[in-house]
């Protein structure tokens, strides 16, 4: 949730990607739409499986669209607009598309009295993205501020994509974006 | 076997006993460790005989509020024709807690036999391990795990032969803190805004689905099997104490420490003997200077008050704070409290759910005040407002999300006031500036 006094989440500038094609997810016989009716039976209401079925778009086509919300809706009968509610509680679906290397440096107290700021500083500089939350210029980082990873003992975790870094220190943030490529 | 540091001898591995050892994941490993003895017993058990087992040991709930483990299961009336449910809380999400993630990264199976065990002994044939979603990896492990147990015939339709269903399945969260609260996560889990449900009905009368429910944290499931392994009265044994808090009990330890990590002891050991000896002191050159030793939710204690304490739920009552979850935050002389308690009400302001107006305001203003202050733009007056903030944050909402905010923040501001003080006078920000986010 973000109401408070927050570090901006992913890419809340420019212009708006809403009308570009959406191909979508749960097509009839794909795959996707299996393992979509597998995990229904794990459940006795159908909607629990909003989360999980928002994971798989999220994979699939690296954010959650308009579109996006209205075809899983279909899927487990509920409205674009009930969707739309709960994608917004959530901080980990991405409402815009984000660089290709999502990186996330945690900076609550317990990282932040290990340095963190200097870790976000570093990303932000080497990376070319300038500002929290906007993607770099050749499309391949985008750098935000997150809440605790629960990784505190090895400060600074940083989340990249799936994947954690931890102990990353300033001195380490040139090695690890070349890692990325 | 320690992670990331060794085992210390002082420390008592019935959990993290294979930390840091790959092989402990595999359930071939795992068996030949015993894994799944317990599990095998539980199914001829009565599950009234199991709760009872569990009572006897005297454990308590890890994630954070202590409550007594099978008093908890009891409260489930077993026969009543509904579907019962398991929810197990892998949402670990209370800054300086990360001690559940070490559980499901080595010793999945570990958590697995412990809510099978937990589901039987509560009358459910489900149960859902309810993960926060940064954890890939040990959503990974799990999975991994399950698919491995689930080919043995461990979990399914005929659970180890004994005619009895029992399915786990990792449910996987999506960023929002406050889905570790347990209501929030059955809302999430049912595919739902993470709001926290007014209570009652308790889950145990409706919760998943609208069916009884019971909610455990993965320490305390994962220490069940032990308990139905080697009897109550060896873990009651495990008590240096407080008869009330018994058994190992796991803490995160991070902040300015020169051994951050897991370490493992039994209840009642010496505060002093664990920071200074196990975690191995401050930094070199550095003191330190206050702690908050239950994740970030509980009251700030001063190094001090910090000696003298016996680490269990007691212990930790007597100075005023609390065991919480066993997350230690720690920070020495070179740290701004100020600084350090506005980003940690930052965390909250940002986590509120927003339902209740005394959190989401108390929280969001109670961010601002602070960091005004640290920016060296505050007032006497401003300190004044904080309390009242505080006051009008506690005991009134439905969760305790909003106490959990003004907890460390004003015990922060009773034990170090001459900080703050010192910010407001100077009229100049913190020697160090807030997170590049500010
Ligand atoms: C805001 C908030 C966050 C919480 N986060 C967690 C959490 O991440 N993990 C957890 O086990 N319990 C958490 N709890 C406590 C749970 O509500 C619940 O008490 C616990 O999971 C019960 O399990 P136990 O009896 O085994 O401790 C949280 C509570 C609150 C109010
Ligand atoms: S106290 Fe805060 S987090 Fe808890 S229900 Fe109310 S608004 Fe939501
Ligand atoms: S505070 Fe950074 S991972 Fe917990």
């Known amino acids: ?181 | 076997m320690g992670y990331p540091h060794k085992s210390h001898p002082r420390e008592t591995p019935v959990l993290s006993k294979h930390f840091g050892n790959p092989e402990a994941r595999k359930l071939e490993t795992w068996k030949s460790l015993g894994g799944y003895k317990a599990l095998q017993q539980a199914l001829t058990m009565d599950p009234v005989a199991i709760q009872n087992v569990v009572k006897e040991s005297g454990l308590r709930g890890r994630g954070g509020a202590g409550f007594p483990t099978g008093l908890k299961w009891s409260f489930m009336k077993l026969n009543d024709g509904k579907p019962h449910y398991l929810a197990c809380n892998a949402d670990e999400s209370e800054p300086g807690t990360f001690k559940d993630r070490e559980i499901m990264r080595w010793t999945p199976h570990a958590l697995i036999e412990g809510c099978a065990i937990g589901a039987y002994a509560i009358g459910a044939e489900t149960a859902y391990i309810y993960v926060r979603g940064e954890f890939t990896e040990p959503i990974a492990r799990l999975e991994e795990a399950l698919k491995e147990a689930r080919a043995a015939g461990i979990i399914g339709n005929n659970a180890m032969g004994s005619g009895k269903k029992i399915d786990v399945w990792v449910h996987r969260g999506a960023g929002a803190y406050i889905c570790g609260e347990e209501t929030a996560l059955m809302n999430s889990l049912e595919g739902k805004r993470g709001n926290p449900r007014i209570k009652p009905p308790f889950p145990a009368v409706s919760g998943l689905f609208g069916q009884p429910t019971t909610i455990n944290n993965v320490e305390t499931l994962t220490a069940v099997p032990h308990i139905l392994n080697n009897g109550a009265e060896w873990y009651k044994a495990m008590c240096l104490s407080s008869p009330k808090s018994t058994g190992s009990k796991l803490f995160s330890v991070c902040g300015n420490v020169a051994k951050p990590g897991n370490y493992e002891v039994v209840m009642g050991f010496s505060f002093k003997e664990f920071l200074y000896d196990l975690c191995g002191g401050p930094l070199p050159g550095r003191k330190f200077k206050a702690l908050i030793p239950g994740g970030s939710s509980v009251p700030v204690i001063t190094i001090d008050e910090a000696e003298s304490v016996k680490m269990d739920y007691e212990g930790f009552l007597e100075v005023g704070t609390m065991l919480g979850s066993g997350g230690v935050i720690i920070f020495d002389d070179a740290q701004s409290m100020p600084r350090q308690l506005a980003r940690l009400s930052r965390f909250y302001a940002h986590e509120s759910c927003a339902q209740c107006t005394q959190c989401r305001e108390g929280t969001a203003w109670m961010t601002k005040i602070l960091e005004r202050i640290v920016a060296g733009q505050g007032t006497f007056e401003d300190l004044d407002t904080i309390f009242d903030l505080a006051e009008n944050m506690t005991g009134k909402t439905i969760c305790v999300l909003s106490d959990s905010c003004a907890a460390p923040v004003t015990s922060g501001i009773n034990k170090f006031r001459g900080e703050f003080e010192a910010l407001i006078k100077g009229k100049r920000s913190s020697t160090v500036a807030m997170g590049a986010g500010v």
């Open chain 1, 1 to 181: 949730m973000s109401h408070g006094p927050s570090a901006p989440s992913a890419a809340p500038h420019g212009q708006s990607h809403d009308h570009e094609p959406y191909q979508p997810v749960f097509t009839p016989g794909s795959a996707r739409k299996q393992e979509l009716d597998d995990l229904k039976t794990r459940y006795p209401d159908k909607r629990a499986c909003l989360l999980p079925g928002l994971w798989m778009i999220q994979q699939d086509r690296g954010w959650i669209s308009e579109d996006a919300m209205r075809e899983i809706g279909e899927q487990l009968g509920v409205t674009a607009a009930y969707v739309k509610g709960v994608v917004t509680f959530y901080t980990m679906y991405h409402q815009h598309p984000v660089g290709q290397h999502f990186i996330q440096v945690c900076t609550t107290s317990p990282c932040l009295c290990a340095g963190a700021d200097k870790v976000v500083e570093a990303f932000l500089e080497h990376t070319g993205c300038k500002e929290l939350g906007l993607t770099s210029p050749d499309g391949k980082y985008t750098v935000i501020e997150v809440e605790c990873l629960g990784a505190c003992g090895f400060a600074t975790p940083v989340q990249i994509n799936e994947d954690y870094v931890e102990n990353v220190t300033p001195e380490k943030v040139p090695e690890i974006l070349r890692g990325l490529q």
